[in-house]
């Protein structure tokens, strides 16, 4: 069985958010008035922040903290942080203010800020991998860049959405939700910065992008680094090292990765067997497949088949 698709069709972004069971998270506001600091823990998820009006800023572990305007949007993936009207007040917990309500109003006088929130979740086991090689920390896009305009209009329709009682609102601000983050995104791995992005900038770069959209395009394929390297015009040693550099792994250890999340998924969602699997994804026998399974999650596949009845 082959996994072969064009390149045009190949989206390793969306075969990522698919992968790792992202769902929508629920859109909030804040309107801040006077003095105000608020702490969120990091969690599993890729959360962003657009401020629509005034100003704050945010402070992150070991960074000093930085400022924002309106127009300004940050993404965070499994990263705490604060936001507030001056960084040397002492925060409050954010996240107990929002536990049962998605727009929270503080203070009465002062300079007002008002910001939106949203972003996407993910299967609590999956958070590991998107910690350590999908996505950075933390990700900018300010006002002045060039597609902040872009980004704009539909932070707007967000905004209106969510400021509204309409009919099918609700489904409504989680779609613009949802495309505000993907235009963040493709904005942010357009920045010059990109090629220190994690793996989303990688696919940015001209050739590493190229390697792993190949990686994608046939997960069967008995791929070496050799063949890669040959494939993107690259020497073996040059590839290794950028891709290394950027992945923050090495080319077949996150081919094998990649694999196995795959496998995984399937065997959780899919009535299929381990020997299919193991053809799929290019191994020649079920054995060589049940250890690169073993080497990745530290158990046979066949406990998360035995989930949904698969032999």
Known sequence: MTSSRSSKDCDPLSDALL?????????????????????????ARLKFVAVLDGRCWITLPDVPPQPLR???????????????????????????????????????????TVAVGGGLEFESDAARFLADTLFPPFMFLPARSPMAGVVATTLALLDDEMSQARLGGSLMT??????????????CISEPE????????????????????LMHQDLARPWTVEALASAVGM???????????????PPLNYLRHWRMLLARNALRHEQTSVGSLAARFGYE????????????FGHSPRRDARQVGAL
Do not use: C
Not at 22 to 41: D, I, Q
Not at 75 to 102: E, H
Not at 174 to 187: E, H, K, N, P
């Open 285 to 296: 026998s079920e054995s060589a497949f049940t250890h690169a399974y073993k080497r990745t």
């Open 174 to 187: 989680a779609r613009l939700a949802d495309i505000l983050l993907m235009q963040v995104l493709r904005a």
């Open 19 to 43: 992968v790792l069971g992202a769902s929508s998270m629920r859109r909030t506001k804040l309107v801040a008035r006077g003095e105000w600091a608020l702490s969120f823990p990091g969690l």
């Open 70 to 112: 309106a127009g300004d949007t940050f993404v965070l993936s499994n990263r705490a942080y604060v936001v507030a009207s001056d960084p040397a007040i002492t925060p409050t917990d954010g996240a107990a203010l929002f536990k049962n309500t998605d727009e929270v109003l503080l203070g009465r006088e002062g300079g007002e």
């Open 235 to 249: 020497s073996r040693s040059a590839l290794a090292s950028r891709f290394r550099h950027l992945v923050g792994k």
């Open 194 to 213: 990109a090629a220190h992005a994690a793996w989303i900038g990688a696919l940015a770069d001209a050739q590493i992008g190229h390697a792993l959209r």
